[in-house]
């Protein structure tokens, strides 16, 4: 379980919009509860502890989010290294995408920019699969965490905790077994090993911001 001293190091302020970036990547997905504006009540101390707990464990679950959202950026980032914008671009239609670009009226891809990026992709993927990384599996599992946890949208200081904290593989270890239901624990965890491989792989820290 999480520190009350790192849990406290980690809570910040998270909202974000639809359409929203940071940096050059497009950060498409959002929570339901996202939608909602919280309406105002008086509290009780037991309420204030409650939703302070609560607050925390909604910091840890987008981190979670945020593994996921990392892990399919760089993996995209990598395969379209052109491209600015990713939109309606995921790591499971990769190989549609690159065969959709033959066609596409603006900026055709030729042939041989095809083959160069289904090689980039069939390279990443046989990288991760000694991870235990599923190609049929887990950009579907990567899109339903996002989905599921949200993501950060807060850039930490880069000479502060919160950039040192993200970047900690047992730390962000600890975050998913605190929060993750126990049958989604392990293959959370294959995508941080994913996303810790190809930081090693590009010498860039675990979160691009």
Not at 60 to 84: K, M, N
Not at 105 to 112: A, D, K
Request: hydrophobic share 35%; with cysteine; charged share 25%.
């Amino acid at each position: 379980m999480l520190t009350d001293d790192l849990a406290q190091q980690l809570h910040v302020t998270v909202k974000w919009d639809q359409g929203s970036s940071n940096a050059d990547w497009n950060r498409p997905w959002r929570r339901e509860e996202d939608h909602c504006a919280a309406m105002p009540r008086a509290q009780t101390p037991e309420l204030a502890q409650k939703g302070s707990m609560d607050s925390k464990t909604a910091t840890f679950e987008r981190i979670v989010g945020e593994i996921a959202f990392q892990l399919d950026r760089r993996i995209l980032s990598s395969i379209f290294p052109d491209r600015v914008r990713l939109y309606g671009f995921t790591v499971g239609n990769i190989p549609e995408k690159i065969m959709q670009g033959e066609s596409d009226t603006v900026n055709p891809l030729t042939q041989e920019q095809r083959a160069a990026m289904m090689e980039r992709y069939n390279e990443i993927m046989s990288r991760l699969k000694p991870q235990n990384y599923n190609p049929t599996f887990h950009p579907q599992f990567t899109e339903h965490i996002v989905n599921t946890y949200g993501i950060l949208r807060e850039r930490p200081d880069a000479s502060g905790s919160e950039a040192e904290l993200y970047n900690d593989l047992n730390y962000l270890h600890e975050v998913i077994v605190s929060v993750v239901p126990q049958d989604k624990v392990a293959d959370c965890l294959i995508l941080l090993n994913c996303l810790r491989l190809l930081s090693q792989a590009d010498g860039k820290p675990l979160f691009i911001w």
